[in-house]
């Protein structure tokens, strides 16, 4: 009997000792060994093949590092402090093997360390979860976790955090039930409101909102979620109440009265906007995953959104066309359709084309280090310059397009986020005759390369690197031959398919240097941005680095740029609120884009690396509110918006092509410098190419800013000296040189060398005037995270401010007092109300009446600005009483009383 009690006893505290290490789960249905089903974020470090890791495959190390570095993908992408609200989190690592693993947290930006975690024991066979302990977060920092202090020769599957709560599935029930009440009190509300015609389409949201996000939060809870739950309870404890008081006020006062919904099958394309008729159109969509057009088709409709993104896999993906899978691509497409929606197909998820496989000598050969994309997910992985890879391509198209000839499809997207480098030998051949055309003779390919080639045969890859004429031929041959693949692609669409739209998407943030640029992939964005009438952008940032991505892109074609769509937008930061997603889709809509396609990869949690579900849309109500409001602001506003968009910059900033093959750093960098000085101005900027400075294509600019330009086409320059000439102003943004385009230093042309002026200096230049500012790129630069290799320019303190997306150094307001004298002796047109992180635009009209934009871009900053007595604030339909003040991140719109 006391045998029996000691084994009792025995096997208690083995039970008591596993409940110390794994997870307590409250409900036996929960699944605390997989981080799909808990916690709130979670990482899966893969690695090598391993028997029972989670996906099969877990981190490994046989000598001093780290396991989690082999998993540093998600680390440099999600960033878990960006993931995580502020509050107290218990730290979990499923590990195996005999040793002690050391987990400690530090701080990205100065690798403070600041929490670590006890040692841990490891000695077991089988993969085990292990509990390491908790730690409190503010968001107060951004989080890096490391390891390199453990024992080698564990296996670590993965890692994850559980937020500590008092939130339950029971109180989670509770709360659900009381938000859907009052969410049924609103419903009451708005069906007598829409019976009366009045318009509450964006407190409809609110309701669509509610009652799809009250649901994914009582998900949350019960897979471990607990604060993100909680967190979404709290938001709409507050939004729906505030829709109920919002729909009274509607409601006593009869006003605003609801307008008809329009048809958005039949767009058209007037300078660079998209029109029903004559309304302008401002084309939101969103796509919830590649095969799920229904769900997507639901939500658009749900949202009051007007697109529908028939996200589809690649058809090319596949040895063979998928027949029965692309009928049901188009059955959505006709449902998209027919509920009158916008409805674009988009072909590539990502490049890849197994089908050319049976061909060997498509075989992609990788290029030389540095010379072609730095990510392999960019490239496409077979040669497309070969004939037969155009034949299969061809003929693969063909049975796709046959299916959508007739459907409604308002547009194409035939090519995602691209990046190509191919150097095989048919490649090779090619790019010899490149330079057998660029030079002539092989003496001046020999004194251009330091090369004594014999001919042009003797040209092998391996001559070519980062570097000098070399680098440039091999730049400028890569960006010339791939548009000419995409080229004859959408040449192949238009003939199969008349009138169908096509666009290709380019991830366009990369143009800027920031750890992650595009130099080598094959992109020369301007004429990419005009062989299409769509420019299509993946997620084109946010704050001051999203106006100015489209503010240059719209540079790109004279004098309204092209249609401009975010195909596959996160207007909401990872740790974004409502007014963040509200300031960056109006700043989109004040500098140009015509709408976006909103990705929701899935609803589902996971632990893969390489998805989002975790941090986007799907987990947050307010960003979804914030969308579908805005949606329905920018559109009810748009015919007012539109003026301010084509006025015409009288000031422009030169953006170099030429100075980004020979150096991306230093021109980019001095731009992004420039930029922010301009944006608060009062003035509209834009930029100016070196075609456009080539072709005269001056405009009405009075002033143009050199941002740090060394390498110059002959044409380019002779144009930058006519503008001088003729009466411009050219302002030096640092030092420029002056040589060719394959870096060689310029004797001749007396007349143009005579464009150098030193900082500090100015002088008159024929009609015209040179002035020479000092470099704002001085000292230290300051980066994101203090340095870390980055993706998207993210909200930098400036000084004593915070400005969204500045992605520039403290150095910025070098230029403010000095470029803000010479727009003023310019006499250029400037919109009363700027300040330092406060943009203001104006548009008046021929009969005096005029519109005026403001943008807070302070994070943390109200500010107050004075107007005309009279004047109205069009978003919030309010009287402005001689002021109006901008939250941090605010917006305003004001018709200025005569």
Same mark, same amino acid.
């Given at each position: 009997?006391?045998?029996?009690?000691?084994?009792?006893?025995?096997?208690?505290?083995?039970?008591?000792?596993?409940?110390?290490?794994?997870?307590?789960?409250?409900?036996?249905?929960?699944?605390?060994?997989?981080?799909?089903?808990?916690?709130?974020?979670?990482?899966?470090?893969?690695?090598?093949?391993?028997?029972?890791?989670?996906?099969?495959?877990?981190?490994?190390?046989?000598?001093?590092?780290?396991?989690?570095?082999?998993?540093?993908?998600?680390?440099?992408?999600?960033?878990?402090?960006?993931?995580?609200?502020?509050?107290?989190?218990?730290?979990?690592?499923?590990?195996?093997?005999?040793?002690?693993?050391?987990?400690?947290?530090?701080?990205?930006?100065?690798?403070?360390?600041?929490?670590?975690?006890?040692?841990?024991?490891?000695?077991?066979?089988?993969?085990?979860?292990?509990?390491?302990?908790?730690?409190?977060?503010?968001?107060?920092?951004?989080?890096?976790?490391?390891?390199?202090?453990?024992?080698?020769?564990?296996?670590?599957?993965?890692?994850?955090?559980?937020?500590?709560?008092?939130?339950?599935?029971?109180?989670?029930?509770?709360?659900?039930?009381?938000?859907?009440?009052?969410?049924?009190?609103?419903?009451?509300?708005?069906?007598?409101?829409?019976?009366?015609?009045?318009?509450?389409?964006?407190?409809?949201?609110?309701?669509?909102?509610?009652?799809?996000?009250?649901?994914?939060?009582?998900?949350?809870?019960?897979?471990?979620?607990?604060?993100?739950?909680?967190?979404?309870?709290?938001?709409?404890?507050?939004?729906?109440?505030?829709?109920?008081?919002?729909?009274?006020?509607?409601?006593?006062?009869?006003?605003?009265?609801?307008?008809?919904?329009?048809?958005?099958?039949?767009?058209?394309?007037?300078?660079?906007?998209?029109?029903?008729?004559?309304?302008?159109?401002?084309?939101?969509?969103?796509?919830?995953?590649?095969?799920?057009?229904?769900?997507?088709?639901?939500?658009?409709?749900?949202?009051?959104?007007?697109?529908?993104?028939?996200?589809?896999?690649?058809?090319?993906?596949?040895?063979?066309?998928?027949?029965?899978?692309?009928?049901?691509?188009?059955?959505?497409?006709?449902?998209?359709?027919?509920?009158?929606?916008?409805?674009?197909?988009?072909?590539?998820?990502?490049?890849?084309?197994?089908?050319?496989?049976?061909?060997?000598?498509?075989?992609?050969?990788?290029?030389?280090?540095?010379?072609?994309?730095?990510?392999?997910?960019?490239?496409?992985?077979?040669?497309?310059?070969?004939?037969?890879?155009?034949?299969?391509?061809?003929?693969?198209?063909?049975?796709?397009?046959?299916?959508?000839?007739?459907?409604?499809?308002?547009?194409?997207?035939?090519?995602?986020?691209?990046?190509?480098?191919?150097?095989?030998?048919?490649?090779?051949?090619?790019?010899?005759?490149?330079?057998?055309?660029?030079?002539?003779?092989?003496?001046?390919?020999?004194?251009?390369?330091?090369?004594?080639?014999?001919?042009?045969?003797?040209?092998?890859?391996?001559?070519?690197?980062?570097?000098?004429?070399?680098?440039?031929?091999?730049?400028?041959?890569?960006?010339?031959?791939?548009?000419?693949?995409?080229?004859?692609?959408?040449?192949?669409?238009?003939?199969?398919?008349?009138?169908?739209?096509?666009? #290709?998407? %380019?991830?366009?943030? +990369?143009?800027?240097? @920031?750890?992650?640029? &595009?130099?080598?992939?094959?992109?020369?964005? /301007? $004429?990419?941005?005009?062989?299409?009438?769509?420019?299509?952008?993946?997620?084109?940032?946010?704050?001051?680095?999203?106006?100015?991505?489209?503010?240059?892109?719209?540079?790109?074609?004279?004098?309204?740029?092209?249609?401009?769509?975010?195909?596959?937008?996160?207007?909401?930061?990872?740790?974004?609120?409502?007014?963040?997603?509200?300031?960056?889709?109006?700043?989109?809509?004040?500098?140009?884009?015509?709408?976006?396609?909103?990705?929701?990869?899935?609803?589902?949690?996971?632990?893969?690396?390489?998805?989002?579900?975790?941090?986007?849309?799907?987990?947050?109500?307010?960003?979804?509110?914030?969308?579908?409001?805005?949606?329905?602001?920018?559109?009810?506003?748009?015919?007012?918006?539109?003026?301010?968009?084509?006025?015409?910059?009288? #000031?422009? %900033?030169?953006?170099? +092509?030429?100075?980004? @093959?020979?150096?991306? &750093?230093?021109?980019?960098?001095?731009?992004? /410098? $420039?930029?922010?000085?301009?944006?608060?101005?009062?003035?509209?900027?834009?930029?100016?190419?070196?075609?456009?400075?080539?072709?005269?294509?001056?405009?009405?600019?009075?002033?143009?800013?050199?941002?740090?330009?060394?390498?110059?086409?002959?044409?380019?320059?002779?144009?930058?000296?006519?503008?001088?000439?003729?009466?411009?102003?050219?302002?030096?943004?640092?030092?420029?040189?002056?040589?060719?385009?394959?870096?060689?230093?310029?004797?001749?042309?007396?007349?143009?060398?005579?464009?150098?002026?030193?900082?500090?200096?100015?002088?008159?230049?024929?009609?015209?005037?040179?002035?020479?500012?000092?470099?704002?790129?001085?000292?230290?630069?300051?980066?994101?995270?203090?340095?870390?290799?980055?993706?998207?320019?993210?909200?930098?303190?400036?000084?004593?401010?915070?400005?969204?997306?500045?992605?520039?150094?403290?150095?910025?307001?070098?230029?403010?007092?000095?470029?803000?004298?010479?727009?003023?002796?310019?006499?250029?047109?400037?919109?009363?109300?700027?300040?330092?992180?406060?943009?203001?635009?104006?548009?008046?009209?021929?009969?005096?009446?005029?519109?005026?934009?403001?943008?807070?871009?302070?994070?943390?900053?109200?500010?107050?600005?004075?107007?005309?007595?009279?004047?109205?604030?069009?978003?919030?339909?309010?009287?402005?009483?001689?002021?109006?003040?901008?939250?941090?991140?605010?917006?305003?719109?004001?018709?200025?009383?005569?």
């Amino acid at each position: 009997m006391r045998s029996r009690i000691m084994i009792k006893e025995k096997l208690l505290l083995s039970i008591i000792l596993l409940s110390s290490l794994i997870v307590s789960a409250g409900q036996s249905d929960w699944n605390h060994a997989n981080p799909d089903t808990w916690g709130e974020k979670g990482f899966d470090l893969t690695g090598a093949k391993v028997a029972g890791a989670f996906r099969g495959s877990a981190s490994n190390k046989l000598k001093d590092g780290s396991y989690i570095k082999a998993g540093m993908n998600w680390q440099n992408r999600q960033r878990m402090g960006k993931k995580l609200y502020p509050g107290r989190y218990k730290m979990f690592a499923r590990m195996k093997g005999k040793g002690i693993f050391r987990l400690r947290i530090e701080n990205v930006k100065n690798k403070k360390v600041r929490h670590t975690f006890p040692d841990c024991n490891v000695d077991t066979d089988k993969l085990t979860l292990f509990e390491l302990g908790e730690f409190g977060y503010k968001r107060d920092y951004s989080m890096l976790l490391t390891d390199d202090k453990s024992t080698p020769g564990l296996w670590v599957d993965y890692i994850y955090v559980r937020g500590i709560s008092d939130m339950t599935p029971e109180k989670a029930t509770q709360r659900a039930d009381a938000i859907r009440s009052k969410a049924a009190n609103l419903k009451v509300l708005l069906d007598e409101a829409q019976g009366k015609g009045l318009a509450v389409g964006e407190q409809n949201a609110v309701y669509a909102v509610a009652m799809r996000y009250v649901q994914y939060g009582q998900d949350d809870v019960a897979r471990g979620g607990l604060i993100r739950g909680t967190k979404v309870f709290d938001y709409l404890d507050k939004s729906v109440p505030n829709a109920i008081a919002e729909v009274r006020d509607i409601i006593a006062k009869g006003w605003p009265k609801a307008g008809r919904k329009p048809d958005y099958t039949n767009l058209s394309i007037k300078r660079s906007h998209l029109y029903n008729g004559e309304v302008p159109v401002y084309l939101t969509s969103i796509a919830w995953a590649p095969s799920d057009i229904i769900t997507s088709l639901e939500l658009n409709w749900r949202y009051h959104f007007n697109g529908f993104f028939a996200q589809a896999k690649d058809p090319l993906h596949s040895d063979e066309y998928n027949t029965k899978y692309h009928e049901g691509i188009l059955n959505g497409v006709g449902k998209g359709v027919t509920a009158g929606l916008a409805t674009t197909q988009c072909m590539h998820t990502h490049h890849k084309f197994p089908y050319l496989k049976k061909y060997p000598e498509t075989r992609y050969i990788k290029p030389v280090q540095g010379t072609g994309p730095h990510n392999p997910c960019f490239e496409t992985n077979y040669c497309h310059d070969t004939p037969i890879s155009k034949e299969a391509y061809e003929q693969t198209v063909k049975k796709v397009l046959r299916k959508f000839d007739k459907a409604g499809l308002w547009s194409f997207e035939f090519f995602n986020e691209p990046g190509y480098a191919c150097q095989c030998e048919y490649t090779m051949d090619k790019f010899r005759y490149y330079l057998n055309r660029e030079y002539i003779t092989i003496d001046k390919l020999n004194e251009s390369w330091g090369k004594n080639y014999k001919d042009f045969n003797e040209v092998k890859k391996t001559d070519l690197s980062r570097q000098g004429a070399n680098n440039y031929d091999w730049l400028d041959f890569n960006q010339e031959r791939f548009y000419e693949m995409v080229s004859w692609r959408k040449n192949l669409i238009n003939r199969l398919c008349p009138g169908l739209l096509t666009h #290709v998407k %380019i991830i366009s943030r +990369r143009m800027f240097p @920031l750890g992650n640029h &595009d130099i080598t992939w094959g992109l020369d964005h /301007e $004429v990419l941005a005009q062989l299409n009438p769509i420019t299509a952008h993946d997620g084109a940032t946010s704050g001051v680095s999203r106006a100015m991505n489209y503010d240059l892109y719209r540079s790109f074609s004279f004098p309204f740029g092209r249609l401009i769509l975010d195909t596959e937008a996160h207007p909401g930061k990872p740790d974004g609120t409502y007014d963040q997603t509200h300031f960056n889709m109006w700043t989109g809509a004040i500098h140009g884009e015509s709408g976006m396609s909103i990705f929701l990869w899935r609803r589902k949690e996971t632990a893969n690396i390489h998805w989002y579900e975790q941090d986007d849309i799907a987990t947050k109500p307010w960003e979804m509110e914030a969308v579908s409001r805005t949606h329905q602001q920018i559109n009810r506003l748009l015919s007012d918006v539109i003026p301010l968009t084509e006025v015409e910059p009288e #000031v422009r %900033i030169l953006y170099s +092509r030429t100075s980004r @093959l020979m150096d991306i &750093d230093t021109h980019m960098k001095e731009a992004m /410098e $420039v930029y922010p000085s301009l944006l608060f101005s009062g003035a509209h900027v834009g930029f100016i190419t070196e075609r456009r400075l080539a072709g005269r294509q001056f405009g009405n600019c009075k002033v143009i800013v050199v941002p740090q330009v060394n390498y110059f086409p002959k044409d380019a320059l002779q144009g930058l000296a006519e503008f001088a000439k003729a009466g411009g102003i050219v302002v030096f943004a640092g030092p420029s040189e002056f040589k060719t385009k394959r870096g060689l230093e310029r004797t001749t042309l007396k007349e143009i060398l005579r464009l150098k002026v030193s900082p500090g200096q100015k002088r008159p230049y024929g009609k015209g005037k040179l002035i020479g500012l000092k470099s704002a790129l001085v000292g230290k630069r300051q980066t994101v995270d203090g340095g870390a290799p980055m993706d998207l320019p993210v909200e930098m303190e400036t000084g004593k401010d915070k400005l969204m997306s500045l992605a520039a150094t403290d150095n910025w307001v070098m230029y403010e007092k000095a470029i803000s004298k010479i727009l003023d002796d310019v006499r250029i047109d400037r919109c009363p109300g700027y300040s330092r992180g406060v943009e203001a635009r104006r548009y008046v009209d021929k009969d005096g009446s005029e519109l005026r934009a403001y943008l807070n871009y302070s994070m943390d900053k109200p500010v107050t600005i004075e107007v005309p007595k009279g004047s109205v604030e069009l978003i919030t339909r309010k009287n402005c009483n001689g002021e109006i003040t901008l939250k941090p991140l605010g917006v305003a719109l004001v018709k200025i009383a005569k």
